[in-house]
């Protein structure tokens, strides 16, 4: 490896973004108005969030749409977005969703080749949102998790290509941060390589690969700076009444205090840590069956179950809501078939719908939450399915 040219691989200079990074993320604890001069717009009250990363979010008589998992295609993503209302169709990358709340329940990472692009273009629609008194929020799932640990089984090997030429696109920018990261999705179609030819295993190619392995390991290595991006994002959000995560909360998870489970993730992939050595990886959000990003005892096909597993289960679920005074879960994580649904008395949104071309190539579809009633939104033409309706009182 040592006489492999990887003049694309600054590490010192990485170094350098991921502290600039960490000194930016930590004036994002409390937010009450992200919106400019123009202060409270069309009547609407400011968004106030609370915590490091974001924890508690209250959005005043917002509209909330929920996407749940992307896996690296950025087309699929687009058109979810602009089916939600949210992004222009001009090929622009506008946010047009006004004051509406965004919210992508992780999953970013593996399967796709344009994974950089999507979380480029969310920061993109957030910095857009927030000057329209909307805002753009996400929470991690288990493969931003896994890559930061180093385990890249399930990555696209366009996606190693996407790295590399995003760290050359990074060098172009002296190691700015800020202006490459937001600007990358725009220039993504200028730096797609070509598919790989037939002699994709010859030595030329076998060493571009190991170089693109080492370039997603200096970018989301704890301390990386796409690691230090991805701290800035819960694994568990409140927003209203909702909670939005990955997997699925637990009580546990609750006793344990989202805020303190937020904060130490985010710590382990900024690369900081109590300990001399490497940071300890948090057990009860990251890892395990039960953890919040890997659960999926609420996503379970019931047809599967019997009658007092089912209650178990809701109680389970009734348990955490009231917990956090809460009254629905929306989670991704697991695909479904059936497309968005909703179960046990619509108290659980199941939104991960596989509609990324790396998994199940299905059509977007997407929640909507406007004043208590959660609806799925599955086409242009036929925006509401009012069977798929939940009232909250």
Not at 53 to 60: C, I
Not at 120 to 137: P, T
Not at 167 to 176: A, G, I, S, V
Not at 226 to 236: G, K, M, P
Request: proline share 5%; aromatic share 8%; net charge negative.
């Amino acid at each position: 490896m040592a006489s492999f040219p990887l003049n694309l691989l600054p590490v010192p200079q990485s170094s350098l973004i991921s502290r600039k990074l960490i000194e930016t993320s930590t004036s994002y604890t409390s937010l009450a108005d992200s919106h400019g001069s123009r202060g409270n717009i069309e009547g609407f009250k400011p968004i106030v969030i609370t915590g490091n990363p974001p924890t508690f979010v209250s959005a005043p008589d917002r509209r909330i749409i929920a996407v749940g998992d992307l896996h690296g295609d950025l087309d699929q993503a687009r058109r979810a977005f602009q089916m939600a209302g949210v992004l222009s169709s001009d090929g622009q990358d506008a946010w047009v969703g006004k004051e509406t709340v965004l919210v992508q329940l992780g999953d970013i990472l593996d399967r796709g080749e344009n994974e950089i692009a999507i979380l480029s273009l969310l920061r993109s629609l957030d910095m857009q949102a927030r000057a329209e008194g909307g805002a753009v929020f996400q929470v991690n799932g288990n493969h931003e998790t896994m890559n930061v640990e180093g385990d890249f089984r399930y990555v696209d090997s366009e996606a190693f290509n996407e790295c590399l030429n995003f760290l050359d696109y990074l060098e172009d920018y002296k190691y700015e941060w800020e202006p490459a990261f937001v600007s990358w999705v725009a220039a993504t179609g200028q730096h797609k390589h070509l598919k790989p030819p037939q002699s994709y295993w010859g030595p030329w190619n076998l060493v571009k690969r190991q170089k693109g392995v080492i370039a997603r390991s200096v970018l989301l290595r704890p301390g990386g700076p796409l690691a230090c991006e991805l701290s800035r994002h819960a694994v568990v959000l409140k927003i209203n009444d909702w909670i939005f995560c990955h997997g699925g909360l637990l009580p546990h998870h609750v006793d344990y205090g989202i805020e303190r489970l937020n904060w130490e993730v985010s710590q382990w992939m900024k690369g900081l840590s109590d300990e001399d050595q490497s940071p300890q990886i948090p057990f009860i959000a990251t890892r395990g069956y039960d953890s919040v990003v890997w659960n999926r005892l609420y996503s379970r096909d019931l047809s599967d179950l019997e009658d007092y597993q089912i209650n178990q289960i809701q109680h389970i679920l009734n348990e955490t809501l009231e917990a956090l005074d809460a009254k629905g879960m929306v989670v991704g994580h697991t695909p479904q078939l059936a497309g968005v649904n909703c179960k046990y008395n619509c108290s659980i949104w199941r939104i991960d719908v596989g509609m990324s071309s790396g998994v199940l190539n299905s059509r977007p579809e997407v929640l909507e939450i406007v004043d208590g009633k959660a609806r799925v939104i599955r086409s242009g033409q036929d925006r509401i399915n009012e069977l798929q309706t939940a009232d909250y009182t």
